[in-house]
């Protein structure tokens, strides 16, 4: 190996400078790409230094992955806890391995039903429903997810998890493919909802397209994808950029004075006498966003019992 040669391997590539940056992106997801390889990209694309998702999408579905920067992935597990919206598609027919189209078939069987059956097989899924978790999922049983028993061929028993179908439309029906639209409660297994309606209908079922449009108050209308933002220069994808709060819309506001607002940053809790807002509105709250009187966010508080309890607050200036 020549000198030259030996100077070049010792070289390494100029750190990329990382940004402190806070706010929120609607990003997009494609199929094919798993939630983790998405937010990375987009991490990679706006050189910040903390960044997370707030639920994943699995590789088959596309859609709606609110991504969160610097403070804001404070406030990430608000999302979790939101209704969410997808558009799907089921093929009526066929059973397979994962409830989706990535597994093998189990058993194929006639479809005879028509659109009105299918319609009153939906019907019976709305409202308080008990799932069983399907096996190819990130759930865990002993400290193992339960795909890692799946893929050995290993089915363990599953407790049954209740979740709320708010609104269950169908959008097309050209059988044996039904195309719907689902709002649901968080923990809601749209593949397993799949299932279930192909089982009430005698023929099974499993999806051959997700897309999730709606997560809380976000939805897929403002969000943008990975190629439009790689296409673009830095000023251009900031613009994309949601602000901290944008996850919190559904939160009431409340707005502190200043010595309230200097109170609440340093952890203490405020009687609700002392806030600028309608207390009523409050005091009616479980949790609250936070403001000072320049409309800055100051964070997220429990409201109760004539209380204001700071939860979690942002660092004074990052937002």
């Given at each position: 190996m020549t000198a030259s040669s030996k100077k070049n391997q010792g070289e390494q590539r100029p750190k990329v400078p990382r940004r402190l940056l806070d706010g929120v992106l609607l990003l997009d997801k494609p199929v094919g790409l798993s939630s983790n390889d998405a937010l990375i990209r987009a991490k990679r694309l706006y050189r910040v230094k903390k960044a997370g998702h707030t639920g994943t999408l699995d590789p088959l579905a596309s859609g709606l992955l609110p991504l969160c920067f610097g403070e804001a992935t404070k406030f990430?597990?608000?999302?979790?806890?939101?209704?969410?919206?997808?558009?799907?598609?089921?093929?009526?027919?066929?059973?397979?391995?994962?409830?989706?189209?990535?597994?093998?078939?189990?058993?194929?069987?006639?479809?005879?039903c028509?659109?009105?059956?299918?319609?009153?097989?939906?019907a019976r899924f709305l409202g308080d429903i008990v799932q069983i978790p399907p096996m190819y999922s990130a759930l865990k049983r002993d400290g193992k997810p339960l795909y890692e028993y799946a893929r050995a061929g290993q089915t363990?028993?599953?407790?049954?998890?209740?979740v709320t179908i708010i609104a269950l439309d169908m959008i097309a029906c050209e059988l044996p493919d039904v195309t719907f639209?689902?709002?649901?409660?968080?923990?809601?297994?749209?593949?397993t909802l799949a299932e279930d309606i192909g089982e009430a209908l005698g023929c099974g079922a499993h999806l051959v397209m997700l897309r999730r449009t709606g997560v809380g108050a976000?939805?897929?209308e403002h969000a943008v994808t990975l190629d439009a933002l790689t296409a673009m220069d830095e000023p251009a994808r900031d613009v994309w950029l949601q602000p901290v709060d944008a996850l919190l819309s559904t939160f009431p506001r409340?707005?502190?004075?200043?010595?309230?607002?200097?109170?609440?940053?340093?952890?203490?809790?405020l009687p609700l006498n002392a806030l600028v807002i309608d207390r009523v509105e409050c005091e009616a709250a479980e949790r609250v966003r936070v403001y000072d009187e320049a409309g800055r966010l100051l964070g997220v508080a429990k409201a109760a019992n004539g209380v204001l309890a700071p939860e979690r607050l942002v660092v004074s200036g990052a937002v």
């Amino acid at each position: 190996m020549t000198a030259s040669s030996k100077k070049n391997q010792g070289e390494q590539r100029p750190k990329v400078p990382r940004r402190l940056l806070d706010g929120v992106l609607l990003l997009d997801k494609p199929v094919g790409l798993s939630s983790n390889d998405a937010l990375i990209r987009a991490k990679r694309l706006y050189r910040v230094k903390k960044a997370g998702h707030t639920g994943t999408l699995d590789p088959l579905a596309s859609g709606l992955l609110p991504l969160c920067f610097g403070e804001a992935t404070k406030f990430s597990q608000d999302l979790l806890e939101a209704d969410k919206t997808y558009e799907a598609t089921m093929r009526l027919g066929i059973r397979t391995t994962t409830g989706d189209a990535e597994g093998e078939a189990l058993d194929t069987r006639e479809v005879l039903c028509d659109e009105a059956a299918v319609r009153q097989a939906m019907a019976r899924f709305l409202g308080d429903i008990v799932q069983i978790p399907p096996m190819y999922s990130a759930l865990k049983r002993d400290g193992k997810p339960l795909y890692e028993y799946a893929r050995a061929g290993q089915t363990v028993e599953r407790e049954g998890r209740n979740v709320t179908i708010i609104a269950l439309d169908m959008i097309a029906c050209e059988l044996p493919d039904v195309t719907f639209r689902v709002t649901c409660t968080k923990g809601t297994y749209v593949r397993t909802l799949a299932e279930d309606i192909g089982e009430a209908l005698g023929c099974g079922a499993h999806l051959v397209m997700l897309r999730r449009t709606g997560v809380g108050a976000l939805t897929l209308e403002h969000a943008v994808t990975l190629d439009a933002l790689t296409a673009m220069d830095e000023p251009a994808r900031d613009v994309w950029l949601q602000p901290v709060d944008a996850l919190l819309s559904t939160f009431p506001r409340v707005t502190l004075d200043a010595e309230s607002a200097r109170r609440f940053t340093h952890g203490q809790r405020l009687p609700l006498n002392a806030l600028v807002i309608d207390r009523v509105e409050c005091e009616a709250a479980e949790r609250v966003r936070v403001y000072d009187e320049a409309g800055r966010l100051l964070g997220v508080a429990k409201a109760a019992n004539g209380v204001l309890a700071p939860e979690r607050l942002v660092v004074s200036g990052a937002v």
